[in-house]
């Protein structure tokens, strides 16, 4: 799901991750690692000066994070017709 909240204006900064890892995979080399989605995530963040532990991170920073995406809303919705949520902040839908 984090990955479909990326701003479209920030997913130049997502490819290059990518090419990255493709590159790596590419190169046939054994015992490398390569970036899962998590990983990704982090280098996404840490590339542009934004705390990249999950813990740390701030999810209701719109330059980073596209919080108007249908998908979360749909989430949203559906995640408070079964759980008790607290209502959400105006400025973040």
Do not use: V
């Not at 046939?28 to 982090?42: F, H, M, P, R, V």
């Amino acid at each position: 799901m984090l990955r479909s909240l990326i701003p479209s204006n920030k997913e130049p900064i997502f490819k290059c991750i990518e090419d990255h890892q493709n590159c790596l995979k590419s190169l046939n080399i054994s015992n490398l690692e390569y970036a899962d989605l998590k990983t990704e995530i982090g280098f996404y963040l840490h590339t542009s000066n934004e705390a990249s532990e999950a813990r740390k991170r701030d999810y209701k920073n719109q330059n980073f994070w596209n919080l108007n995406n249908d998908n979360l809303k749909k989430n949203i919705a559906f995640m408070r017709a079964i759980l008790p949520l607290p209502p959400l902040e105006p400025s973040l839908f």
